[in-house]
């Protein structure tokens, strides 16, 4: 399309009519009036059964594990909102001994650092944090922000690469220290939008987290050694286990009410504050808004799509509000300062 002065005018982009996903989207289809498949299949009703379902499931795990080890759960504790959130509802809701591991990925934010410290102590939990040589996380982000061998375009509808390689260190890492401490569930504060509720409650198999731990390291063993990547995964030992040593994963915001607004007046109570130094999609990492940038870049979709449409279609945020924030550009401030951190300036 042209105006005047004969130059192109960008075509606006157009996004589901119900919910907010983008033309963009991998397999996305319109109907006539201009609604997504996904929106035209969802089911409410359906949701809120597999809720209270899923719901009673972790209920019933409670009961069973409750007081049988040192710790009840360990929970990924970010320092962001939603797992504040949750580490708060699984102390003091639910009555779990909780003991919280932060994954130091060389980016969490002064802000992040000074909530995770408030929080934790108003808690009263311990805490682990785990920060990996620095130096081996710079060769995975750097290669995923821009390599396509290290994921599958189908795990990219989800989550950036980058994101996709933070969260599978984060994944790996607290399983193999639930094992190790002999912790029968463990937990993660994502968003409703973020997995699906068939995944809130599950018990995780040696078998399927071998096959995945293989596909996963086959790419990284060509930019790190094996002894470089050995402690931040499984060992042989581990996966050797039965079914009975491996914990349950469990996020609860899927099967729980979420509202944003109960979320900050909550944690905001324990001491949380907004943070003034990330971007418009974390509330904890100064490497997200490099990651959302370039994804954009590579991709022509916002890697948060999928999560907010999810989160619109469900109730849980407002279309206008879903739209201004995949519409929203990243600050360019934060965006070079992890470009640079990881060496990707030309």
Known sequence: MRHKGGRERPTPMRYCSRCTLPATFPGVTFDAQGICQYCLRFQPSLIRQQM????????????????????????????????????????????????AFTFDNGFISSAAQENIHRVVEKLGVDHILVKPRFDVLKKIFATAAS?????????????????????SLVKSIGLRMAIEKRIPLLGFGWSPGQAPIQSSVMRLNPSFVNLSQKK????????????????????????????????????????????QERIFQ???????????????????????????????????FHPYAWEIANLVRSGRMSRAEGLERIRATEPSSIVDYARERLGLVS
Not at 153 to 162: D, G, N, Q, T, V
């Open 52 to 99: 209270n379902r899923y719901q009673l499931k972790f209920a019933a795990l409670i009961k069973k594990y409750r007081g049988r080890s040192e710790y009840d759960i360990l929970v990924s504790y970010s320092g962001g909102k939603d797992s504040s959130f949750i580490l708060d509802l699984l102390k003091n809701e639910f009555g779990l001994k909780v003991l």
């Open 147 to 167: 390599s396509d061998e290290l994921y599958s375009r189908k795990s990219l509808e989800r989550a950036s690469p980058i994101c996709t390689a933070c969260i």
């Open 216 to 259: 996963l390291l086959a790419p990284l063993c060509t930019i790190l050694s094996k002894e470089e990547l050995g402690p931040y995964f499984l060992t042989d030992t581990n996966l050797a286990l039965g079914a009975q040593h491996f914990p349950w994963n469990v996020h609860p915001l899927a099967f729980l009410e979420y509202s």
């Open 266 to 300: 909550r944690i905001e109570a324990l001491g949380w504050q907004r943070p003034a130094d990330t971007g418009v999609h974390s509330t904890n990492c100064l490497l997200n808004s490099l990651a959302i940038e370039n994804h954009k870049a590579r991709y022509h």
